[in-house]
């Protein structure tokens, strides 16, 4: 019996909202989502251009030099990995350090990364996520410049800023310039969670920004050198193609 009620009171709700629909009473107002902070005025949808696209900004720097990246599967330009474009223009790239997920992107959450070589380019691929963090001394011997460039969503737990913070130190270290090629960053409209405190240091949470930051990779890189996060204060030769 209560199922033939549930199913009556259905039929009176759709016959009172059709009679309101036909008496011309229907609301125009258009029903706004619960718990969303809306824009004040409406996005403009555009295909924002990548720092990676910039090729007159940074190509040159590059021609002729030894070059590592720090690259996964988000380092596109249009349908074309930032690392075979490189190498079609003739860029040499020496290395490529793989943060977690691994450079192609294929490995699960908090799944140690292995050095191996790229399969499609026989590049070697060193690990940013496995027995070390931070590049060594030896493994930079020899690279004049690194690339960074990788999509970030804008999370301080997200750990690609933080393999960009130690790639970082390991170039003011060894002297070595770093090139970030900067992303948009899909959460840059709003700012939210706590700082983080000081003591709880760790990979998921190594600068003390909100969760949600508000900034793209680039602008955090240029962050980290302003404030001296760097070991001993130490200041990164940092080119930000935005």
């Not at 720090?70 to 380092?75: A, E, G, I, K």
């Amino acid at each position: 019996m209560f199922r033939h009620l549930k199913i009556i009171f259905l039929f009176l709700l759709i016959f009172s909202a059709c009679s309101n629909k036909k008496k011309g009473t229907e609301s125009t107002e258009p029903v706004k989502p619960t718990n969303v902070v809306l824009p004040e005025t409406p996005v403009e949808k555009a295909d924002p251009v990548v720092g990676a696209a910039q090729l007159m900004s940074y190509l040159n720097s590059l021609t002729g030099k030894k070059i590592a990246t720090v690259v996964n599967q988000t380092s596109m330009v249009s349908d074309l990995h930032l690392v075979d474009l490189l190498v079609g223009d003739g860029i040499e790239i020496q290395k490529i350090f793989a943060p977690e997920h691994g450079f192609r992107g294929t490995a699960d959450a908090g799944e140690q990364i292995k050095d191996g070589k790229d399969a499609k380019t026989g590049i070697p691929v060193m690990s940013l996520y496995g027995k070390k963090k931070k590049p060594t001394a030896s493994d930079l011997k020899g690279i004049d410049i690194i690339v960074f460039d990788i999509q970030d969503v804008g999370a301080r737990f997200y750990t690609y800023i933080s393999s960009m913070h130690y790639v970082m130190e390991a170039c003011a270290e060894n002297k070595i310039p770093l090139i970030v090629l900067d992303r948009p960053n899909p959460n840059g409209h709003y700012v939210d969670g706590p700082i983080r405190a000081k003591g709880f240091e760790s990979f998921v949470g190594m600068h003390p920004i909100p969760i949600v930051h508000g900034m793209t990779v680039g602008e955090i890189a240029k962050m980290i050198n302003g404030e001296g996060w760097l070991n001993d204060g130490l200041k990164c030769d940092l080119n930000v193609v935005t």
